[in-house]
């Protein structure tokens, strides 16, 4: 596992990295000027990188995260400096690691097994998960306590866009395209579940494009099917807030309390399916299905289509599909369709 430094006038404060330096007895920070890129340089695995915000306000996508942009040095000519696409992503834990594996908390091990997990997709080859490059710890100056802090992290390949910011910008997206799309992203969930993956936290900013291929990322609330200690905690709330399945709900309200009647709290493939459904529809119209909706709801007029997203969202899982690869035989039909008439 390849480690790495910052330089020692880089400090984290919130979840960014900012430039320090000691003005009239107290620090200064400030945002990292993307001008002067030796002053923002690191080395990982040999190669020498120039690291930028990951956009220009210094916004950080990341809630648990610090997400940056990396210029391979070579790449880029000082004297005409152009920041174009960057040759990797960085994702670093915001929170400094633990010294004892035993003493890590939530977060750290969620992040652990992200890594985990992606190395695993990486070495089965999935098209439709995003590809991870290094992992390891990073040491960043704590200008506080005047230390270096260890973190997490991995670099990952960096994607045009977000499903969101995607759909945003092509507002007249074919129905052929939209299809394409909806099975991309089934073929991904299908991806993880063969390795006994949930993912759990679907939603349109954790899915992405690079180059010509939607790709599932973002794997930070992932469980494992055969997991015999979990990283969940009685009653948390699990998911993305918009895009959560009934399941997750009913464990963040219902789990552990002795109500009168029982619900299914369990998160399994099952809410990967629901909460792809819910993805499916905006793909398809632009908006999220909430309460009760019928099929004149749905703008698209095609009842094999309706009946697949319906299914994927019924509140029972005994209603839902029972697996991916059920919606997946039943997309591909669709998009052959397509084919013939284009």
């Not at 045009?160 to 395209?177: G, M, R, T």
């Not at 349109?204 to 997991?227: H, M, Q, S, Y």
């Not at 619900?263 to 999220?288: R, T």
Request: hydrophobic content about 30%; aromatic content about 12%.
């Amino acid at each position: 596992m390849p480690d790495f430094t910052f330089p020692k006038n880089k400090t984290l404060v919130g979840n960014s990295i900012r430039t320090f330096e000691f003005v009239k007895y107290k620090f200064r920070h400030d945002p990292i000027d993307p001008l002067n890129p030796k002053d923002n340089q690191i080395n990982i695995d040999g190669t020498d990188y120039y690291f930028t915000y990951l956009d220009a306000s210094g916004r950080n996508k990341g809630g648990n995260s610090i997400i940056l942009k990396l210029y391979a040095s070579q790449g880029i000519k000082l004297s005409n400096l152009q920041y174009d696409e960057p040759d990797r992503i960085l994702k670093i834990l915001k929170y400094k690691k633990a010294k004892k594996t035993f003493l890590r908390k939530k977060t750290e091990k969620r992040f652990a097994k992200e890594i985990a997990a992606l190395i695993k997709c990486k070495k089965k080859k999935f098209q439709n998960v995003i590809s991870i490059f290094e992992s390891g710890t990073c040491k960043i100056y704590n200008s506080k306590d005047r230390i270096y802090d260890e973190h997490l992290y991995y670099t990952m390949e960096y994607a045009n866009s977000d499903l969101k910011d995607y759909v945003e910008d092509n507002i007249d997206l074919s129905f052929k395209k939209k299809i394409n799309l909806c099975l991309s992203l089934s073929q991904g969930i299908d991806q993880l579940k063969s390795l006994g993956y949930y993912h759990r936290d679907i939603k349109p900013d954790n899915i992405f494009i690079v180059g010509e291929t939607w790709k599932i990322g973002d794997l930070g609330l992932l469980a494992e099917r055969d997991e015999e200690e979990g990283i969940d905690q009685e009653n948390d709330f699990i998911g993305p807030r918009g895009w959560i399945s009934p399941e997750a709900m009913n464990k963040f309200l219902c789990e552990g309390n002795d109500f009168k009647y029982k619900h299914d709290c369990k998160i399994d493939h099952q809410s990967d399916i629901y909460q792809l459904g819910k993805v499916f529809w905006y793909i398809l119209q632009n908006n999220a299905p909430v309460g009760v909706f019928k099929q004149q709801d749905c703008n698209i007029k095609n009842n094999n289509l309706y009946t697949i997203v319906r299914t994927m969202l019924n509140y029972s899982k005994k209603r839902r599909y029972n697996d991916i690869a059920e919606v997946i035989s039943l997309l591909k039909p669709i998009e052959n369709k397509l084919q013939l008439v284009s």
